[in-house]
């Protein structure tokens, strides 16, 4: 009597095919080879999306990934009206390159919308921002600080978008040694109605004693075939 065959879902390497001498029976040609044909089978449709192929390209896990980008790429600004040269390439005396910012100011701003730099359909999960302070403050506020808040303008009633969060902030530790600035783990969805706004500000006393910053790591997850 004919039997059904539950495929699995692994790509079964390799398939074995009866040899001569082997039983003239089922157990002998379904479970040696017609199995793992159908294993096989079943592997590469759940690869193409399923049997209605509708999540095509779909990875079962997602991957995750990282993207370093550069201060350069970010916007200046200013958290006081202060004037002048408010980042300039930084220009270490021993050691180094140049190819960090340093802040002329107090409260100097670098701003940008960082889901530009991720796949739409990417969730990000984590933000590293690598500083160098000029000075050890004691006083928090004073401090360089890190923050990250969603921005979503209103198409229907227009008004001045407001960022809504932060979805963390985080300041230096109070030394002046290289260190790392983190969210830790965050959970944000990357679309096309929002933005991302991250925000680095320089600490008080910037002017004299002027903060570095390095670099922006951002840590993500993705699907499909925009996992690059």
Request: charged content about 15%.
């Amino acid at each position: 009597m004919s039997q059904n065959i539950t495929d699995g879902t692994t790509f079964v390497d390799p398939v074995t095919a009866p040899a001569d001498g082997d039983p003239l029976d089922a157990a002998s040609i379904v479970t040696t080879s017609v199995q793992g044909l159908a294993d096989r089978t079943r592997y590469l449709v759940e690869l193409c999306g399923g049997v209605s192929g509708l999540g095509e390209f779909e990875y079962v896990a997602p991957r995750n990934l990282k993207r370093v980008i550069s201060p350069f790429a970010m916007q200046a600004g200013l958290l006081s009206t202060t004037a002048g040269r408010i980042w300039t390439a930084a220009n270490f005396t021993s050691g180094g390159t140049g190819y960090s910012l340093t802040s002329q100011v107090n409260f100097a701003l670098l701003l940008d919308d960082v889901s530009r730099y991720l796949p739409i359909i990417a969730t990000l999960t984590g933000v590293e921002v690598m500083v160098g302070p000029g000075a050890a403050r004691a006083t928090v506020g004073d401090r360089m600080t890190v923050t990250l808040a969603r921005q979503t303008p209103n198409w229907i009633t227009p008004a001045i978008p407001v960022a809504v969060g932060p979805i963390f902030t985080a300041t230096d530790d109070g030394s002046t040694s290289v260190q790392v600035i983190s969210s830790g783990a965050i959970s944000e969805a990357v679309g096309r109605t929002s933005d991302l706004v991250l925000r680095i500000a320089a600490g008080n006393d910037a002017g004299t004693n002027k903060d570095d910053a390095h670099a922006i790591r951002l840590s993500y997850t993705v699907n499909g075939p925009d996992a690059f």
